[in-house]
Nanobody, 116 residues
Framework: QVQLVESGGGLVQPGGSLRLSCAAS????????MGWYRQAPGKQRELVAT???????DYAYSVKGRFTISRDNPKNTVYLQMNSLKPEDTAVYYC??????????WGQGTQVTVSS
């Protein structure tokens, strides 16, 4: 099937930056929507940002203006540039690749910790 591998997580101080990457592999022609979700301890998983195959983006209000999602279609890779990080951004970040209502896949997650 489709496999997603995230990288780039880690520990950063408030106000710092991180860039997450997610590479998709497997048998498919193209990915419709790719996105990033996050889950903090004790909270539900929430949408962070999505990007369509054509480049249309959508962001959670809490990250708009600070995070930027992008993708490299030939490489089947999606990125999340995170700037001005806050402690409340601390979470496990998950990559998602969506093909249709019946087919979407998740990465295993990467930890992002924002702390002084």
């Amino acid at each position: 099937q489709v496999q997603l591998v995230e990288s780039g997580g880690g520990l950063v101080q408030p106000g710092g930056s991180l860039r997450l990457s997610c590479a998709a592999s497997g048998t498919f022609f193209s990915i419709n929507v790719m996105g990033w979700y996050r889950q903090a301890p004790g909270k539900q998983r929430e949408l962070v940002a999505t990007i369509s195959s054509g480049g249309s983006t959508d962001y959670a209000y809490s990250v708009k203006g600070r995070f930027t999602i992008s993708r490299d279609n030939p490489k089947n890779t999606v990125y999340l540039q995170m700037n001005s990080l806050k402690p409340e951004d601390t979470a496990v970040y998950y990559c998602n690749a969506g093909f249709d209502r019946a087919r979407n896949y998740w990465g295993q997650g990467t930890q992002v910790t924002v702390s002084s």
